[in-house]
Protein backbone atom coordinates (compact mmCIF):
# COMPACT_ATOMS: atom_id res chain seq x y z
CA UNK A 1 0.00 0.00 0.00
CA UNK A 2 1.06 3.91 -0.29
CA UNK A 3 0.84 5.08 2.70
CA UNK A 4 1.08 9.40 3.56
CA UNK A 5 1.24 10.16 6.92
CA UNK A 6 0.44 13.66 8.51
CA UNK A 7 1.73 14.30 12.05
CA UNK A 8 2.67 17.70 13.74
CA UNK A 9 5.72 15.89 15.82
CA UNK A 10 8.03 13.19 14.50
CA UNK A 11 10.74 11.82 16.41
CA UNK A 12 13.67 12.81 15.85
CA UNK A 13 13.60 16.22 14.32
CA UNK A 14 10.56 17.20 16.40
CA UNK A 15 8.36 16.19 19.75
CA UNK A 16 6.46 17.73 22.56
CA UNK A 17 5.63 13.83 23.44
CA UNK A 18 4.39 10.23 22.85
CA UNK A 19 2.96 11.53 19.48
CA UNK A 20 6.69 12.07 17.87
CA UNK A 21 7.48 8.48 19.07
CA UNK A 22 4.61 7.07 17.86
CA UNK A 23 4.15 8.34 14.19
CA UNK A 24 7.58 7.67 13.51
CA UNK A 25 7.92 4.26 15.07
CA UNK A 26 4.57 3.22 12.97
CA UNK A 27 5.69 4.72 9.99
CA UNK A 28 9.20 2.82 10.07
CA UNK A 29 7.67 -0.62 11.28
CA UNK A 30 4.84 -0.05 8.21
CA UNK A 31 7.87 0.65 5.98
CA UNK A 32 9.48 -2.67 6.93
CA UNK A 33 6.05 -4.84 6.20
CA UNK A 34 7.09 -3.79 2.87
CA UNK A 35 4.55 -0.46 2.19
CA UNK A 36 5.37 2.55 0.63
CA UNK A 37 5.29 5.31 3.73
CA UNK A 38 5.64 9.13 3.31
CA UNK A 39 5.31 10.95 6.98
CA UNK A 40 4.94 14.43 6.69
CA UNK A 41 5.39 16.94 9.55
CA UNK A 42 6.63 20.75 9.53
CA UNK A 43 10.28 22.23 9.26
CA UNK A 44 10.35 23.05 12.39
CA UNK A 45 13.28 25.75 13.51
CA UNK A 46 15.16 22.55 16.11
CA UNK A 47 15.12 20.36 12.84
CA UNK A 48 16.65 22.82 10.32
CA UNK A 49 19.16 23.63 12.49
CA UNK A 50 20.49 20.64 13.31
CA UNK A 51 20.36 18.84 10.21
CA UNK A 52 22.11 19.68 6.75
CA UNK A 53 20.70 16.57 5.95
CA UNK A 54 17.13 17.08 4.93
CA UNK A 55 17.54 18.17 1.62
CA UNK A 56 15.17 20.55 -0.69
CA UNK A 57 13.42 18.40 -3.22
CA UNK A 58 13.15 22.05 -5.09
CA UNK A 59 9.33 21.30 -5.01
CA UNK A 60 7.20 24.10 -4.39
CA UNK A 61 3.24 25.03 -3.87
CA UNK A 62 0.94 27.63 -3.15
CA UNK A 63 -1.88 27.39 -0.40
CA UNK A 64 -4.53 29.88 -0.51
CA UNK A 65 -5.96 31.38 3.22
CA UNK A 66 -8.50 33.33 2.51
CA UNK A 67 -7.33 36.97 0.48
CA UNK A 68 -3.39 35.91 1.16
CA UNK A 69 -1.42 32.80 -0.61
CA UNK A 70 1.10 31.10 1.23
CA UNK A 71 4.15 29.46 -0.25
CA UNK A 72 5.59 26.04 0.75
CA UNK A 73 8.17 24.01 0.20
CA UNK A 74 8.79 20.69 0.45
CA UNK A 75 12.13 19.27 1.60
CA UNK A 76 12.75 15.40 2.71
CA UNK A 77 15.20 13.18 4.55
CA UNK A 78 14.51 9.11 3.92
CA UNK A 79 11.17 9.05 3.93
CA UNK A 80 10.47 11.96 6.17
CA UNK A 81 9.21 14.60 4.13
CA UNK A 82 8.96 18.27 5.40
CA UNK A 83 7.03 21.11 4.52
CA UNK A 84 9.31 24.38 4.77
CA UNK A 85 7.10 28.06 5.36
CA UNK A 86 9.60 29.78 7.69
CA UNK A 87 7.11 32.19 8.21
CA UNK A 88 5.13 29.22 10.10
CA UNK A 89 7.82 26.96 11.58
CA UNK A 90 10.79 28.68 12.00
CA UNK A 91 10.09 29.56 15.86
CA UNK A 92 11.00 28.84 19.16
CA UNK A 93 8.07 26.20 20.35
CA UNK A 94 6.10 23.97 18.12
CA UNK A 95 3.26 25.33 19.11
CA UNK A 96 3.65 28.49 21.50
CA UNK A 97 6.62 30.05 23.75
CA UNK A 98 6.46 31.06 27.25
CA UNK A 99 3.69 29.27 28.26
CA UNK A 100 1.12 30.73 25.57
CA UNK A 101 -0.07 29.21 22.41
CA UNK A 102 0.85 30.76 19.48
CA UNK A 103 -2.04 33.00 18.11
CA UNK A 104 -1.92 32.09 14.33
CA UNK A 105 -1.91 28.16 15.55
CA UNK A 106 -5.56 27.81 13.16
CA UNK A 107 -3.53 29.30 10.13
CA UNK A 108 -0.15 27.56 10.65
CA UNK A 109 -2.75 24.34 10.99
CA UNK A 110 -4.69 24.71 8.24
CA UNK A 111 -1.87 25.50 5.78
CA UNK A 112 0.29 22.24 6.98
CA UNK A 113 -3.34 20.04 6.57
CA UNK A 114 -3.43 21.86 2.83
CA UNK A 115 0.12 21.53 2.10
CA UNK A 116 0.49 17.64 2.69
CA UNK A 117 -2.30 17.00 0.49
CA UNK A 118 -0.70 19.71 -1.68
CA UNK A 119 2.55 18.00 -1.70
CA UNK A 120 0.74 14.64 -2.60
CA UNK A 121 -0.28 16.53 -5.81
CA UNK A 122 2.62 17.78 -6.98
CA UNK A 123 4.49 14.65 -5.86
CA UNK A 124 2.32 12.46 -8.27
CA UNK A 125 2.26 10.37 -5.69
CA UNK A 126 -0.54 7.48 -6.21
CA UNK A 127 -2.31 7.16 -2.82
CA UNK A 128 -3.93 4.41 -0.95
CA UNK A 129 -4.01 5.45 2.61
CA UNK A 130 -3.83 8.99 4.49
CA UNK A 131 -3.14 8.87 7.76
CA UNK A 132 -3.69 11.73 10.43
CA UNK A 133 -2.87 12.50 13.48
CA UNK A 134 -4.45 14.71 16.64
CA UNK A 135 -6.17 18.05 15.92
CA UNK A 136 -3.37 19.88 13.89
CA UNK A 137 -3.88 17.55 10.89
CA UNK A 138 -7.47 16.78 11.41
CA UNK A 139 -9.16 18.86 9.21
CA UNK A 140 -6.98 16.49 6.17
CA UNK A 141 -9.86 13.83 6.32
CA UNK A 142 -12.37 16.89 5.47
CA UNK A 143 -10.03 18.38 2.40
CA UNK A 144 -9.49 14.97 1.00
CA UNK A 145 -13.43 14.48 0.63
CA UNK A 146 -14.06 17.52 -0.47
CA UNK A 147 -11.77 20.08 -1.94
CA UNK A 148 -8.99 17.11 -2.97
CA UNK A 149 -11.39 14.32 -4.17
CA UNK A 150 -11.49 15.08 -8.10
CA UNK A 151 -7.48 14.70 -7.84
CA UNK A 152 -6.23 11.42 -9.57
CA UNK A 153 -3.43 10.61 -7.08
CA UNK A 154 -6.07 10.73 -4.24
CA UNK A 155 -9.47 9.76 -5.44
CA UNK A 156 -8.93 6.08 -4.31
CA UNK A 157 -7.51 6.90 -0.86
CA UNK A 158 -9.28 6.49 2.61
CA UNK A 159 -8.47 8.27 5.57
CA UNK A 160 -7.47 7.15 9.04
CA UNK A 161 -7.45 9.83 11.96
CA UNK A 162 -5.53 8.40 15.55
CA UNK A 163 -6.60 10.72 18.57
CA UNK A 164 -3.63 10.66 20.45
CA UNK A 165 -5.27 13.18 23.08
CA UNK A 166 -8.75 13.93 23.30
CA UNK A 167 -8.52 16.71 25.21
CA UNK A 168 -6.25 18.89 22.92
CA UNK A 169 -9.03 19.63 20.27
CA UNK A 170 -8.05 22.76 18.28
CA UNK A 171 -10.64 25.05 19.23
CA UNK A 172 -10.86 28.21 17.11
CA UNK A 173 -13.21 31.31 16.23
CA UNK A 174 -15.74 31.04 14.18
CA UNK A 175 -13.81 33.70 11.89
CA UNK A 176 -11.44 30.69 11.22
CA UNK A 177 -13.71 29.40 8.50
CA UNK A 178 -12.91 32.69 6.54
CA UNK A 179 -9.99 31.00 5.98
CA UNK A 180 -10.15 27.66 5.33
CA UNK A 181 -11.11 27.67 1.91
CA UNK A 182 -14.38 25.65 2.57
CA UNK A 183 -17.72 25.99 2.48
CA UNK A 184 -19.59 28.40 5.32
CA UNK A 185 -21.64 25.63 5.59
CA UNK A 186 -19.38 23.01 7.27
CA UNK A 187 -19.61 25.74 10.21
CA UNK A 188 -22.43 23.58 11.74
CA UNK A 189 -23.35 20.96 14.53
CA UNK A 190 -22.95 18.05 12.46
CA UNK A 191 -19.20 19.46 10.89
CA UNK A 192 -16.97 21.48 12.45
CA UNK A 193 -19.09 23.78 15.32
CA UNK A 194 -18.21 22.99 18.37
CA UNK A 195 -20.25 25.67 21.45
CA UNK A 196 -19.97 28.01 18.66
CA UNK A 197 -16.44 27.87 17.80
CA UNK A 198 -14.33 25.46 14.78
CA UNK A 199 -13.59 22.73 15.99
CA UNK A 200 -10.62 21.01 14.35
CA UNK A 201 -10.51 18.02 15.84
CA UNK A 202 -14.20 17.45 14.94
CA UNK A 203 -13.31 17.44 11.37
CA UNK A 204 -11.24 14.38 11.74
CA UNK A 205 -13.72 12.59 13.96
CA UNK A 206 -16.70 13.21 11.32
CA UNK A 207 -14.93 13.29 7.82
CA UNK A 208 -12.15 10.51 8.38
CA UNK A 209 -13.09 6.73 7.04
CA UNK A 210 -11.89 5.21 9.95
CA UNK A 211 -11.07 6.14 13.22
CA UNK A 212 -8.34 4.79 16.28
CA UNK A 213 -7.35 5.86 19.12
CA UNK A 214 -4.10 4.40 20.97
CA UNK A 215 -5.56 2.24 23.67
CA UNK A 216 -8.84 -0.05 23.72
CA UNK A 217 -9.32 1.36 27.15
CA UNK A 218 -9.48 4.73 26.27
CA UNK A 219 -11.11 4.04 23.40
CA UNK A 220 -14.16 3.10 25.71
CA UNK A 221 -13.15 6.05 28.13
CA UNK A 222 -13.68 8.61 25.60
CA UNK A 223 -17.28 7.63 24.75
CA UNK A 224 -18.43 8.18 28.46
CA UNK A 225 -18.89 12.02 29.81
CA UNK A 226 -16.24 11.92 32.02
CA UNK A 227 -13.30 11.90 29.56
CA UNK A 228 -15.52 12.40 26.46
CA UNK A 229 -14.60 16.15 26.53
CA UNK A 230 -17.48 17.20 25.51
CA UNK A 231 -17.63 15.03 21.85
CA UNK A 232 -18.73 11.74 23.51
CA UNK A 233 -21.67 11.91 21.17
CA UNK A 234 -20.25 12.14 18.07
CA UNK A 235 -17.68 9.01 18.98
CA UNK A 236 -20.38 7.41 19.88
CA UNK A 237 -22.37 7.92 16.59
CA UNK A 238 -18.90 6.85 15.20
CA UNK A 239 -18.43 3.81 17.32
CA UNK A 240 -18.26 0.86 14.73
CA UNK A 241 -15.41 2.69 13.16
CA UNK A 242 -13.59 3.32 16.52
CA UNK A 243 -10.76 1.57 17.20
CA UNK A 244 -8.30 1.24 20.13
CA UNK A 245 -5.15 -0.07 18.99
CA UNK A 246 -1.88 0.60 21.02
CA UNK A 247 1.17 2.28 20.56
CA UNK A 248 4.11 0.25 20.61
CA UNK A 249 7.93 1.39 21.34
CA UNK A 250 10.82 1.24 19.38
CA UNK A 251 13.50 -0.86 21.09
CA UNK A 252 16.04 0.32 18.70
CA UNK A 253 15.36 3.33 20.46
CA UNK A 254 14.46 2.11 24.13
CA UNK A 255 16.45 -0.97 25.07
CA UNK A 256 19.23 -0.83 28.00
CA UNK A 257 21.65 -3.36 26.32
CA UNK A 258 22.12 -1.09 23.21
CA UNK A 259 20.76 2.22 25.00
CA UNK A 260 23.99 5.01 23.50
CA UNK A 261 22.70 7.20 26.31
CA UNK A 262 23.63 4.86 28.80
CA UNK A 263 26.46 5.17 30.83
CA UNK A 264 26.26 1.75 31.26
CA UNK A 265 24.08 -0.99 29.24
CA UNK A 266 22.62 -4.10 30.88
CA UNK A 267 20.02 -6.94 30.20
CA UNK A 268 18.28 -9.48 32.38
CA UNK A 269 21.59 -11.58 32.63
CA UNK A 270 23.27 -9.34 34.56
CA UNK A 271 21.76 -6.34 35.93
CA UNK A 272 24.89 -4.39 37.45
CA UNK A 273 24.55 -2.08 34.88
CA UNK A 274 21.73 -1.00 36.36
CA UNK A 275 23.25 -0.54 39.52
CA UNK A 276 25.89 1.62 38.02
CA UNK A 277 23.23 3.68 36.41
CA UNK A 278 21.48 4.38 39.74
CA UNK A 279 24.46 5.88 41.17
CA UNK A 280 25.37 8.24 38.21
CA UNK A 281 21.51 9.05 38.40
CA UNK A 282 22.13 10.07 42.04
CA UNK A 283 24.59 12.26 41.17
CA UNK A 284 23.41 14.26 37.81
CA UNK A 285 20.37 14.98 40.97
CA UNK A 286 22.86 15.72 43.55
CA UNK A 287 20.83 13.41 45.37
CA UNK A 288 23.63 12.04 48.78
CA UNK A 289 24.02 8.46 49.04
CA UNK A 290 21.83 7.01 51.90
CA UNK A 291 21.91 3.65 51.28
CA UNK A 292 20.09 1.00 49.44
CA UNK A 293 16.56 3.06 48.63
CA UNK A 294 15.04 2.96 45.82
CA UNK A 295 14.47 5.63 43.08
CA UNK A 296 11.30 6.32 41.81
CA UNK A 297 11.62 8.20 38.64
CA UNK A 298 9.36 10.60 36.45
CA UNK A 299 9.81 12.11 33.13
CA UNK A 300 6.55 13.99 32.15
CA UNK A 301 4.97 16.98 30.80
CA UNK A 302 4.20 19.53 34.01
CA UNK A 303 0.46 19.05 33.64
CA UNK A 304 -2.71 18.14 35.40
CA UNK A 305 -3.33 15.43 33.50
CA UNK A 306 -0.25 13.83 34.80
CA UNK A 307 -1.50 13.67 38.36
CA UNK A 308 0.64 16.54 39.49
CA UNK A 309 -2.21 17.53 42.55
CA UNK A 310 -2.04 13.86 44.20
CA UNK A 311 1.79 13.77 44.00
CA UNK A 312 2.21 17.13 45.99
CA UNK A 313 -0.73 16.05 48.07
CA UNK A 314 1.22 13.15 49.10
CA UNK A 315 4.17 14.88 49.42
CA UNK A 316 5.03 14.60 53.62
CA UNK A 317 4.32 11.09 53.37
CA UNK A 318 6.48 10.64 50.49
CA UNK A 319 9.55 12.58 52.56
CA UNK A 320 8.83 10.26 55.59
CA UNK A 321 9.33 7.02 53.40
CA UNK A 322 12.61 5.45 52.56
CA UNK A 323 12.46 6.07 48.79
CA UNK A 324 14.27 9.27 46.70
CA UNK A 325 12.42 10.67 44.11
CA UNK A 326 13.54 12.57 40.60
CA UNK A 327 11.58 14.30 38.32
CA UNK A 328 12.31 15.61 35.05
CA UNK A 329 10.13 17.93 32.92
CA UNK A 330 9.03 21.06 30.96
CA UNK A 331 5.12 22.69 30.55
CA UNK A 332 3.19 24.70 33.30
CA UNK A 333 5.10 27.01 35.52
CA UNK A 334 2.94 26.73 38.09
CA UNK A 335 3.70 23.22 38.72
CA UNK A 336 7.62 23.93 37.99
CA UNK A 337 7.67 26.32 41.19
CA UNK A 338 5.45 23.41 43.37
CA UNK A 339 7.77 20.97 42.68
CA UNK A 340 11.11 23.34 42.91
CA UNK A 341 9.64 24.06 46.50
CA UNK A 342 9.44 20.47 47.27
CA UNK A 343 13.22 19.98 45.95
CA UNK A 344 14.16 22.61 48.61
CA UNK A 345 12.57 21.32 51.33
CA UNK A 346 13.26 18.08 51.00
CA UNK A 347 16.76 17.99 49.33
CA UNK A 348 17.87 14.81 49.99
CA UNK A 349 14.61 13.64 48.88
CA UNK A 350 13.52 14.89 45.88
CA UNK A 351 15.15 16.47 42.96
CA UNK A 352 13.89 18.33 40.13
CA UNK A 353 15.27 19.00 36.36
CA UNK A 354 13.43 21.83 34.44
CA UNK A 355 13.87 21.29 30.58
CA UNK A 356 13.25 18.89 27.59
CA UNK A 357 16.25 16.30 27.78
CA UNK A 358 16.36 13.19 26.14
CA UNK A 359 19.64 11.86 26.99
CA UNK A 360 18.49 12.58 30.90
CA UNK A 361 14.98 10.92 30.21
CA UNK A 362 17.23 7.78 29.42
CA UNK A 363 18.98 7.62 32.17
CA UNK A 364 16.07 7.72 34.80
CA UNK A 365 14.31 4.99 33.05
CA UNK A 366 17.78 2.70 33.52
CA UNK A 367 18.64 4.51 37.04
CA UNK A 368 15.50 4.13 38.96
CA UNK A 369 14.21 1.35 40.60
CA UNK A 370 10.35 2.37 40.44
CA UNK A 371 8.40 4.56 37.92
CA UNK A 372 5.45 6.39 39.05
CA UNK A 373 2.54 7.36 36.37
CA UNK A 374 -0.24 8.32 38.67
CA UNK A 375 -2.39 10.13 35.09
CA UNK A 376 -5.83 11.52 35.42
CA UNK A 377 -6.04 10.24 32.32
CA UNK A 378 -3.54 8.56 29.75
CA UNK A 379 -4.78 7.67 26.33
CA UNK A 380 -2.08 5.49 25.89
CA UNK A 381 1.47 6.24 27.81
CA UNK A 382 4.75 5.55 26.88
CA UNK A 383 6.97 5.41 29.75
CA UNK A 384 5.67 2.82 31.74
CA UNK A 385 5.91 0.40 28.54
CA UNK A 386 10.34 2.02 28.63
CA UNK A 387 10.10 1.28 32.08
CA UNK A 388 9.25 -2.60 31.72
CA UNK A 389 11.88 -3.14 29.40
CA UNK A 390 14.64 -1.23 31.89
CA UNK A 391 13.76 -3.26 34.75
CA UNK A 392 12.06 -0.35 36.45
CA UNK A 393 8.42 -1.28 38.30
CA UNK A 394 5.39 1.01 37.05
CA UNK A 395 3.63 2.25 39.35
CA UNK A 396 0.64 3.80 37.83
CA UNK A 397 -3.23 4.89 37.94
CA UNK A 398 -5.66 2.41 36.40
CA UNK A 399 -6.83 4.75 33.15
CA UNK A 400 -6.32 4.50 29.66
CA UNK A 401 -3.29 2.39 28.34
CA UNK A 402 -1.83 2.18 31.44
CA UNK A 403 -4.89 0.10 32.68
CA UNK A 404 -4.35 -1.75 30.05
CA UNK A 405 -0.66 -2.42 29.59
CA UNK A 406 0.25 -3.19 34.00
CA UNK A 407 -1.38 -5.80 35.49
CA UNK A 408 -0.94 -5.73 39.53
CA UNK A 409 1.18 -7.72 41.25
CA UNK A 410 -0.33 -10.38 42.84
CA UNK A 411 2.18 -11.55 45.65
CA UNK A 412 0.66 -15.01 45.90
CA UNK A 413 0.13 -15.85 42.26
CA UNK A 414 3.50 -13.79 41.67
CA UNK A 415 1.65 -13.10 38.40
CA UNK A 416 1.82 -9.19 37.33
CA UNK A 417 3.94 -6.56 36.00
CA UNK A 418 3.23 -3.78 38.07
CA UNK A 419 0.88 -1.96 41.15
CA UNK A 420 -2.13 -0.49 40.01
CA UNK A 421 -4.10 2.02 41.77
CA UNK A 422 -8.18 3.35 40.60
CA UNK A 423 -9.17 5.89 42.76
CA UNK A 424 -7.52 9.09 42.05
CA UNK A 425 -5.87 10.06 45.29
CA UNK A 426 -3.15 10.66 47.39
CA UNK A 427 -4.06 7.14 49.54
CA UNK A 428 -4.68 5.34 46.67
CA UNK A 429 -1.66 6.43 45.07
CA UNK A 430 0.34 5.58 48.45
CA UNK A 431 -1.28 2.50 48.75
CA UNK A 432 0.48 1.06 45.68
CA UNK A 433 3.99 3.27 46.02
CA UNK A 434 3.66 1.65 49.19
CA UNK A 435 3.25 -2.11 48.00
CA UNK A 436 6.04 -1.39 45.59
CA UNK A 437 8.55 0.08 48.31
CA UNK A 438 7.74 -3.40 50.51
CA UNK A 439 8.48 -5.62 47.90
CA UNK A 440 11.65 -3.71 46.93
CA UNK A 441 12.86 -3.73 50.64
CA UNK A 442 12.01 -6.96 51.82
CA UNK A 443 12.02 -9.50 49.28
CA UNK A 444 14.47 -8.80 46.41
CA UNK A 445 14.69 -11.89 45.27
CA UNK A 446 11.14 -11.45 44.25
CA UNK A 447 11.81 -8.17 42.77
CA UNK A 448 14.51 -9.27 41.13
CA UNK A 449 12.33 -11.57 39.39
CA UNK A 450 9.74 -9.15 39.00
CA UNK A 451 12.25 -6.85 36.59
CA UNK A 452 13.63 -9.78 34.51
CA UNK A 453 9.74 -10.48 33.96
CA UNK A 454 8.91 -7.45 32.58
CA UNK A 455 12.42 -6.94 30.80
CA UNK A 456 10.61 -10.28 28.79
CA UNK A 457 7.73 -8.75 28.08
CA UNK A 458 7.13 -7.68 24.23
CA UNK A 459 5.58 -3.95 23.63
CA UNK A 460 7.06 -3.66 20.24
CA UNK A 461 5.17 -2.08 17.19
CA UNK A 462 5.01 -5.74 15.80
CA UNK A 463 1.56 -6.29 16.52
CA UNK A 464 -0.19 -3.17 16.16
CA UNK A 465 1.69 -2.41 13.19
CA UNK A 466 0.05 -5.54 11.52
CA UNK A 467 -3.06 -3.79 13.43
CA UNK A 468 -3.18 -0.68 11.35
CA UNK A 469 -2.39 -3.05 8.35
CA UNK A 470 -5.50 -4.84 8.36
CA UNK A 471 -7.82 -2.09 9.38
CA UNK A 472 -5.92 0.23 6.60
CA UNK A 473 -6.69 -3.08 4.01
CA UNK A 474 -10.17 -3.61 5.51
CA UNK A 475 -11.11 0.17 5.16
CA UNK A 476 -10.00 0.02 1.49
CA UNK A 477 -11.93 -2.79 0.85
CA UNK A 478 -14.87 -1.18 2.19
CA UNK A 479 -14.43 1.85 -0.37
P1 LIG B 1 2.32 12.58 26.48
O1 LIG B 1 2.35 12.35 25.01
O2 LIG B 1 0.96 12.72 27.06
O3 LIG B 1 3.23 13.67 26.91
P2 LIG B 1 3.50 9.91 26.66
O4 LIG B 1 3.81 9.06 27.84
O5 LIG B 1 2.65 9.32 25.59
O6 LIG B 1 2.89 11.26 27.20
O7 LIG B 1 4.87 10.32 25.97
C1 LIG B 1 5.78 11.19 26.55
C2 LIG B 1 7.10 11.06 25.83
O8 LIG B 1 7.82 12.28 25.98
C3 LIG B 1 7.97 9.98 26.39
O9 LIG B 1 8.81 9.49 25.36
C4 LIG B 1 8.79 10.74 27.45
O10 LIG B 1 10.00 10.09 27.74
C5 LIG B 1 9.01 12.05 26.73
N1 LIG B 1 9.21 13.22 27.60
C6 LIG B 1 8.26 13.89 28.28
N2 LIG B 1 8.82 14.94 28.93
C7 LIG B 1 10.13 14.90 28.67
C8 LIG B 1 11.25 15.71 29.06
N3 LIG B 1 11.09 16.75 29.84
N4 LIG B 1 12.47 15.37 28.60
C9 LIG B 1 12.63 14.30 27.78
N5 LIG B 1 11.62 13.50 27.38
C10 LIG B 1 10.40 13.80 27.80
Known amino acids: MHIVMASPEVTPYSKTGGLADATSALAKELANLGHEVKIFSPLYLAASENNDEIENTGLKFKVSLG ?16 IRNDHYF ?33 MGVKTDIVHCHDWQSALVPLYLKYVYSDCSE ?60 VSKKYSREIQEKEMGC ?69 ISRLDLQKGFEIILKSEEKLASLPLQMVFLGNGSEKIRCLLEKVAKRHPNKF ?9 LAHLIEAGSDIYLM ?25 TGGLDDAIVNFNRKSGRGNGFKFKTFSSRALMAALNGALDLYMNNKGEWERLQKAAMAEDHSWNDSAHKYERLYKTTLERK
Not at 185 to 208: P, T
Request: proline share 5%; glycine share 10%; net charge neutral.
Open 67 to 82: RRDREGEIWKKGNFYF
Open 351 to 359: AVFIGYNEP
Open 90 to 122: LREGLYGANDREYEDNAERFIFFSRAVLEAIKI
Open 230 to 298: GLEGVLIKRKKDLYGIANGIDYEEWNPATDKYLPFNYDSGDLSGKKKCKDKLKKVFNLPDLGDLPIIGM
Open 154 to 213: MKDAVSVFTIHNLAYQGLFPRETMDIMGISPDFFSIEALEFYGKVSFIKGGLIFADVLTT
Open 374 to 398: PSKYEPCGLNHLYSLKYGTIPVVRA
